[in-house]
């Protein structure tokens, strides 16, 4: 079974400046991991995705997150936030290897970030 | 493509009554998720279909919950009796077969008084 921890529950930031998003997972089985973004009323997106391959992999809207499997995370990156990245972040991760087509989702983490 | 379609986007019910939300999945995808997001507990996967076959329910949290996918275009999730602590919003998730990406719909966010 996987789990995933979001320890920051909201993280307030002004414009401009970097923000880090932790998100650490458990697994006994090797993992796909994936941060979302929620924007206010709307469904969930797809920001980004570790498959394999290089560790540090690059989405949408200048975010990026690095897979470190000796730490069981996968933190979510940004160096310059605008007003428009306020929204709700969620780290999700899927087995493979197995009979599994689930994904788990953190509990979200709510990226305030102010003028 | 119009991506997944929910209805109704917002639902408000009184307690006992039957409420059935409505999901329409993007044309080719063979996969259909139903989850449940609430303050207290997140993100929940509630059942999932592959082929319109329920795979696995084991998310479904009572006998008053239930789901069908009639055919590879169209699912419902219905819940009867309703109760307060059902109000939530609901999102209906679906993705081809090898992919790894699931593409959500809009929601529909449930009251129930």
């Known amino acids: 079974a996987q789990s995933v921890t979001q320890l920051d529950s909201q993280v307030p930031v002004f414009e401009e400046a970097p923000v880090e998003l932790r998100c650490n997972y458990s697994?006994?089985?090797?993992?796909?991991l994936f941060w979302y973004v929620q924007y206010p009323n709307q469904g969930l997106q797809l920001l980004l995705k570790?498959?394999?391959?290089?560790?540090l992999v690059k989405g949408i809207n200048g975010f990026e997150a690095e897979f470190n499997k000796s730490q069981t995370s996968f933190h979510l990156r940004k160096p310059s936030v605008h007003i428009s990245d306020t929204a709700e972040y969620f780290c999700a991760v899927r087995g493979y290897g197995g009979a599994t087509n689930k994904l788990i989702f953190g509990t979200g983490t709510l990226l305030a970030v102010q003028p | 493509d119009a991506g997944v379609i929910q209805s109704p986007r917002h639902e408000v019910t009184e307690m006992g009554q039957e409420v059935t939300l409505r999901c329409k999945p993007i044309s080719g995808h063979d996969y259909l998720f139903w989850y449940r997001q609430t303050m207290m507990r997140g993100l929940e996967l509630l059942i999932y279909?592959?082929?319109?076959?329920?795979?696995?329910d084991s998310g479904m949290p009572e006998d008053r919950f239930s789901a069908k996918m009639p055919n590879a275009s169209f699912s419902t999730l219905k819940i009867q009796p309703s109760e307060p602590r059902d109000s939530a919003v609901y999102f209906c998730a679906s993705r081809p077969d090898g992919a790894d990406t699931q593409y959500f719909g809009p929601g529909t966010r449930l009251t129930v008084l």
């Open positions: 697994s006994s089985v090797s993992v796909y």
């Open positions: 279909f592959n082929n319109n076959v329920p795979i696995d």
């Open positions: 570790y498959l394999s391959g290089s560790t």
